[in-house]
């Protein structure tokens, strides 16, 4: 039997509750309009009243293999520990002193000279966790020690009143994303385009027809179904619209690339989209993690990751990009020495890319911990900065969150400046 | 301010007042949605309320048998509803709590299908040393998720399945995980599916001392060095007493579980002396000399047969039944009862589900409750009557991918709390979606394409073709539904094919024809079918 998953996935769940009830019903409010009025009443019913930068959350599932993408140069021990898969000095760039970027990553290159683009490196959880699944459940959790179960995500489109599904979007499945999870109302879906009611057209009307067979309903039972007939119509006023990305910008035909196309796509509608988490998986390099040349594993899919993202960030344009911060985590990074079979097994310290326009890119944030034996954790890069204060030091500087307590309980924001203030 | 204290707070605010199920307390403070579904200790209970008028009671039957059938099982089937009409409610109720004397041979069949997903943990690593299985292996738990939903379908064992679900979330494995790749199955088998219907004192004992929850929680790493205290919080947390422990609780737990491990060559469970930490232990109102190393074991167990019988336990699990089979806000004269029942029989299951579901609060919830997306996908297929695939896999795992889509996963949920059982926890727009478009896949036979289902539907269905349209809609919805649409309702669902209740059916028009199961899929995804 073939498995409908991948050992490394995770299964996550949905659970959505609405912040706050609206005035009325939804499915009652558009009593009597049918058809196109009826899309036109629902698409343009969103609140564009957030202003802060669009957080982009990009989980790279599977862990993370930093060290391969922002490679310690400076430090021999990285060298030492890696014979056959470490990326020789004469190959980086992005020219710094100590650290040097995969040469994969040069679609990026632009943006990293340009001040678009950083890294932090020694970033990762508070505890070392190496099983994929407690190590995940706890990234997007993000409070340990706690009794909170929602995801963090969630907990900021929440703490920015988050009171409509696009302003929350998980984009690439249809499946409830974890960080998400929780009471503020999000969206999950594989595309834009494929957010449609089976059947539902001009001859057989099952979305308007549902609407008003919710009229009347339980109050709760009307407010769900009058947020999911107003997102059929936004998708099917975004799909009818069309959708060619800006400024040439080619997303290659992955996965990836078509969530952050449709990502763009609403961020340019100005609908009011908080925050959007797309993954790219596959990260989990046990053997021939391979050297920096094409046609090798890690090197291929650098090279994709980089052409969506830079993509993303072509498409966007300067303007667009000032609107969005864009961060990469992972559950854990990878052990420092290579194992006999060419790869790397689970590990604990890692490197968080950060794209947008209030970055003050074009260098690697943090405090290196160092490599010799005695600087790791149990064979791990140590963790010098807690990837929450990162995020934490973005959400006040980009998306106005004022008060992380309910967001991250318990951590303070990083002052590591990699970001403007707005 | 934390999640459970917005919740308290939440209380506070709504003070006595209360709406039933679906249309429940919904104020402007956030509902806490996983705390508050597997807490009951922060879920007030609140006194039985008067049904408000635009409720949701109205939209449901008030027949007492299809409001049993619609809590205690996975949903009305065509079948199960001709058979309760035939026992009566009592006689159905003690059948089904007596599920070792009713045949199974649909679903035994089925799960022949699904050799490994029954598996013993002895049996996994027999055939891994056979060579017939992976080291690691993933299928037995892939098999064993993808049995979940055939069960809920197609099980006349449907109270033991549901309670098998419940007990399931209650102590919550994760499945699949890469770390009980050789033990899930066999928790599914010799914990939960054994104790699902025994006493809770047995079923907690169970878990405590197997590797599926050792490992996903952690203790097999816990040794008197270095106890670990994940499972001594959840312990006290969510399987036993609730909210209102000490951190010092957790650690005099933690201490006393030290030991209770699993043997790294067989995957058995193995009570290690050596890494038990003795000395005087106090948890709560239990203490135990714990003298001895050798002694650990028969300790601990005291500790989860002290847990099991505590009041605050037992109003804990009488809370979470009530949440499940009664309503999201669990009348408190219930509770009360049965916590009565559950201590009176020494934790006993089955006293407490008669006196569940044979109680006035009971009767008086219909319309309380709304369905998970687990529980709507198995009430879709099971209302249609549509048999199961004569051969194959491939549409168990559809069933599973379904599921998957509109958020439940069967028994995958991540964190040990278990899936929430409260609607405010499914309120979400693309669940919803997910569920209409499989009850128009699966009620046209789109995906899966292979239920036996009748050759024409409406014939099927409702037999003879009704004079008018309105006729036709009256007749699919008590099919259906067990009832018929109000006015407005019916209206609308004429308009759908561009005519009115009383516009006359002609042989050939796309109503009865090819647009057929659309009327079907519409009335599966009205609010009265979203409500159990």
Redesign the interface.
């Known amino acids: ?5 991948c ?1 490394c996935d ?12 609206l005035a009325a019903g939804a499915a009652g409010a558009f009593a009597g309009l049918a058809g196109s009025q009826l899309d036109t009443q629902l698409a343009f019913a969103a609140d564009p009243a957030y202003s802060g930068d669009v957080l982009v959350l990009l989980s790279l599932r599977g862990g993370f293999d930093g060290l391969s993408a922002v490679v310690p140069a400076g430090d021999p021990a990285y060298y030492a520990a890696r014979p056959t898969i470490a990326v020789p000095k004469a190959q980086l760039i992005g020219g710094g002193t100590f650290f040097g970027l995969h040469p994969a990553l040069a679609p990026l290159l632009p943006y990293w000279t340009s001040g678009k683009l950083a890294a932090v490196h020694a970033v990762g959880q508070p505890a070392p966790n190496r ?3 407690a190590a995940m ?1 706890e990234l997007e ?1 993000a409070a340990p020690g ?5 995801g963090w995500l969630n907990r900021m489109a ?1 703490s920015l009143g988050a009171d409509d ?1 696009f302003d929350a979007v998980a984009m690439g499945t ?3 994303a ?1 960080v998400l ?3 503020a ?1 999000y ?3 594989t595309s834009i385009d494929a ?1 449609t ?3 539902d057209d001009a001859v ?3 979305a308007a ?2 609407a ?14 009058g ?2 007939t107003g ?2 119509a936004r998708a099917k006023a975004l799909r009818s619209a069309g959708y060619t990305p800006a400024n040439g910008a080619a997303y290659p035909s992955t996965e990836l690339g078509a969530a952050l196309r449709d990502v763009a796509r609403l961020i340019k509608t100005g609908a009011g989209l908080m925050t959007a988490t797309v993954d790219s998986g596959d990260w989990d390099m046990h053997e021939n993690l391979g050297p920096a040349q094409p046609g090798r594993r890690m090197h291929d899919q650098l090279a994709q990751l980089a052409a969506a993202l830079a993509a993303f960030a072509t498409d966007l344009g300067p303007d667009g990009l000032n609107r969005v911060t864009l961060v990469t985590i992972s559950e854990f990074g990878r052990r420092v020495a290579q194992n006999g079979s060419g790869g790397l097994d689970h590990g604990y310290g890692n490197a968080m890319f950060v794209l947008g326009g209030g970055v003050r890119g074009g260098r690697v944030y943090g405090s290196w911990p160092g490599l010799t034996a005695a600087q790791l954790r149990d064979g791990d890069l140590a963790v010098t900065t807690d990837y929450r204060a990162v995020i934490g030091e973005i959400l006040r500087a980009r998306c106005r969150v004022g008060d992380l307590a ?1 967001v991250f ?1 318990g951590v303070t924001a990083s002052s590591l400046g990699l970001v403007a203030t707005r | ?4 204290d917005q919740t308290l707070t939440r209380r506070t605010a709504i003070g006595g007042a209360v709406a039933a ?4 307390a ?3 403070a ?6 508050s ?1 597997t807490d009951p200790q922060i879920h007030a209970a609140v006194e039985p309320a008067v049904v408000l008028d ?3 009671a109205g ?1 449901l039957s008030a027949d007492p048998l299809l409001h049993l059938l619609r809590r205690a099982t996975f949903g009305p089937s065509p079948a199960s509803i001709a058979e309760i009409r035939r026992l009566g409610a009592t006689a159905w109720l003690d059948r089904q709590l007596n599920p070792a004397a009713i045949g199974d041979p649909v679903v035994d069949g089925l799960l022949a299908r699904l050799p490994l997903s029954g598996l013993s943990i002895g049996e996994i690593h027999a055939k891994v040393a056979a060579g017939q299985l992976r080291q690691f292996a ?2 037995p738990m ?2 064993l998720s ?1 049995a979940a939903p055939i069960r809920a379908i197609w099980t006349e064992r449907q109270l033991y399945e549901v309670m098998v679900d419940f007990w399931s979330n209650h102590l919550n494995v ?1 499945c ?4 009980v790749w050789d033990s899930r199955t066999d928790y599914d088998r010799n914990v939960i599916r054994k104790h699902a219907l025994g006493t809770y004192a047995n079923l907690l004992k169970a878990s405590a001392r197997h590797p599926a929850m050792l490992t996903y929680l952690d203790n097999r790493y816990s040794t008197r060095l270095s106890p670990n205290e994940n499972y001594g919080r959840e312990l006290l ?1 969510l399987h036993t007493v609730g ?1 209102g422990y000490t951190e010092r609780d957790v650690k005099e737990a933690a201490r006393l579980l030290t030991g209770l491990t699993v043997d790294r060559t067989t995957g058995a469970y193995r009570y290690d002396a050596a890494n038990h930490a003795v000395g005087p232990v106090q948890v709560l109102d239990f203490t135990h000399a714990n003298a001895t190393t050798t002694g650990g074991e028969a300790a601990a167990l005291a500790l989860f047969d002290h847990l099991a019988l505590h009041p605050a336990t037992a109003r804990r699990i009488a809370t979470k039944l009530c949440v499940r089979f009664v309503a999201d806000e669990p009348p408190a004269t219930l509770v009360t009862k049965l916590v009565k029942v559950y201590l009176d029989n020494r934790s006993a299951i089955v006293p407490v589900l008669r006196a569940l579901f044979t109680s006035p609060e009971f009767a008086a919830s219909i319309g309380a409750k ?1 369905r998970t997306p687990l529980e709507d996908l198995a009430a879709t297929v099971r209302i249609l009557g549509y048999g199961p695939p004569p051969s194959g ?1 491939k549409t168990f ?1 559809s069933f ?2 379904m599921a ?2 509109a ?3 069967p028994l ?4 040990p ?1 278990g ?2 059982d409260v ?12 569920r ?2 499989s009850h ?2 699966i009620a046209a036979g ?1 995906w899966p394409a292979d239920l036996v289902k009748p050759a024409n539907l409406l014939t099927g269905m409702i037999g003879a073709t009704p004079a008018t349209y309105g006729a036709l809609i009256d007749a699919t919805a008590t099919r259906l539904l067990g009832t018929t649409l ?1 006015e ?2 019916r209206a ?2 004429a ?2 094919y561009g005519k009115t209740p009383a516009s006359l059916l002609k042989y050939n028009d796309p109503a009865v024809g090819w ?1 057929y199961p ?1 009327l079907m ?2 009335l599966l ?3 009265t079918f ?2 159990r």
């Open positions: 039997m073939t498995t409908v998953n050992g995770e299964q996550r769940r949905v659970t959505v509750s609405r912040r706050r009830l099983s994929h699944f459940e959790r706690t009794s909170l179960r929602t929440g599904p249809a499946r409830p974890r999870d929780g009471p109302p969206l999950g879906l957010f009611l089976t059947g057989k009307p099952v027809t549902m008003a067979l919710y009229q009347g309903a339980p109050p709760a039972l009307a407010r769900t179904a947020q999911l997102a059929l309910p309980p | 301010m934390t999640v459970i199920g679906a249309a429940a919904l104020t402007t956030t509902p806490a949605h996983a705390a579904a635009a409720g949701p939209l993933w299928e892939w098999q993808f994760t699949p995980a890469g770390d947390e909210m709304t896999t795992e599973y991918v998957r889509n958020g439940q996963a995958a949920w991540g964190p709390n899936y929430p609607a405010t926890a499914w309120a979400s727009p693309s669940g919803l979606l997910a209409w478009n128009l896949s789109y109000d407005g309702q609308a669902l308009a759908f647009m659309y899929a519409m995804n009205s609010p979203a409500l």
